[in-house]
């Protein structure tokens, strides 16, 4: 414990040591947009975007306390998204939290195909009224390639590392052997309680039912991976790294068991790279958190720690605190 009086620090987080830069997007502007110019994204090589669910539900761009947030407004009709933008001049893009689909696509939401016991379900599929909640005009689909249906809820599931990847690599593809085969829900002995927080608190940190945005349907992007036009080698190129754990009889669609992706990596050639997590890093043990970070930075990204990289080198937006 620090001696009374001394002053309390938290734990230095997992970008520590990392040059990077923190865009808030809460700014009180009236078009939560101008927090975020392309401007000021197009000075990074890298973004990591945080949006939590809570916060992707917000709709007051001037409400006091619980502000829309910047990826929710733009993404609504008629209106530029600049994450998007970014992305098609070539930035990279990691996508963090099941905020991230739920402020792309909730405006899009069609209730009908809802089903409360698994969350919000967003399909590719046309509804009744000939219209798709997911289609190439969304980030989602478009950018992360998450294309045929997807559900934002809660579970209890094991977040685990896909057995795809347990072969060896196949063509252009990285090495993941070093990933955690499993991302653990924090307990008193991965996280002890930080100094910051009371004791009281504690059923609020040690959380077992977390928000998350899984794949509930089939997924496959396959691409042409010869560069010779007279061959044609048809791979995967969207890999899931991170699937919920089956059994899945609280998962939609009820009573199947197949391993529910929650992460993924686009490498394909039709668009820039992009990583989709539907989870919070803020939800997994820190050890865990640590080194999927690292992963993604180091062995995906090419950065290091304590490196003398440009301090744009990273910027990271758009988690509404707890």
Do not use: C
């Amino acid at each position: 414990p620090a001696p009374t009086g001394a002053p309390v620090s938290s734990t230095p987080g997992i970008f520590a040591g990392y040059a990077f830069d923190t865009l808030g997007t809460r700014q009180g502007y009236e078009n939560p947009s101008h927090a975020v110019p392309l401007f000021d994204l197009g000075q990074y090589r890298h973004v990591i975007w945080m949006v939590d669910l809570d916060g992707a539900l917000a709709t007051d761009p001037l409400h006091a306390a619980r502000p829309v947030t910047a990826l929710r407004y733009m993404s609504q009709a008629g209106r530029a998204n600049v994450l998007s933008a970014y992305l098609g001049l070539g930035g990279k893009v990691w996508m963090v939290g099941a905020g991230g689909p739920m402020a792309d696509l909730f405006d899009r939401n069609r209730t009908s195909n809802d089903q409360g016991l698994f969350g919000v379900v967003f399909s590719s599929t046309l509804g009744p009224t000939g219209t798709t909640e997911l289609d190439p005009t969304r980030l989602t689909y478009e950018r992360f390639h998450w294309k045929s249906e997807l559900v934002v809820g809660r579970a209890t599931n094991a977040i685990v590392r896909s057995t795809s990847l347990d072969r060896a690599p196949g063509p252009g593809q990285p090495d993941y052997s070093t990933l955690p085969t499993q991302l653990r829900r924090r307990t008193p002995a991965t996280d002890p309680l930080p100094p910051t927080r009371a004791a009281s608190s504690s059923s609020s940190f040690y959380v077992n039912r977390i928000d998350l945005a899984y794949l509930s349907q089939a997924n496959s992007i396959l691409e042409d991976v010869d560069p010779d036009p007279s061959v044609v080698n048809e791979q995967s190129v969207l890999d899931t790294l991170y699937a919920l754990d089956a059994p899945a009889g609280n998962l939609h669609p009820s009573g199947d068991t197949f391993p529910r992706p929650v992460m993924t990596y686009y490498r394909g050639s039709t668009g820039p790279a992009a990583i989709l997590t539907g989870f919070g890093l803020w939800d997994v043990a820190r050890p865990d958190a640590q080194a999927l970070a690292d992963f993604v930075l180091q062995d995906l990204w090419g950065l290091s720690r304590q490196s003398k990289l440009p301090r744009r080198a990273v910027a990271l937006a758009e988690r509404r605190p707890r």
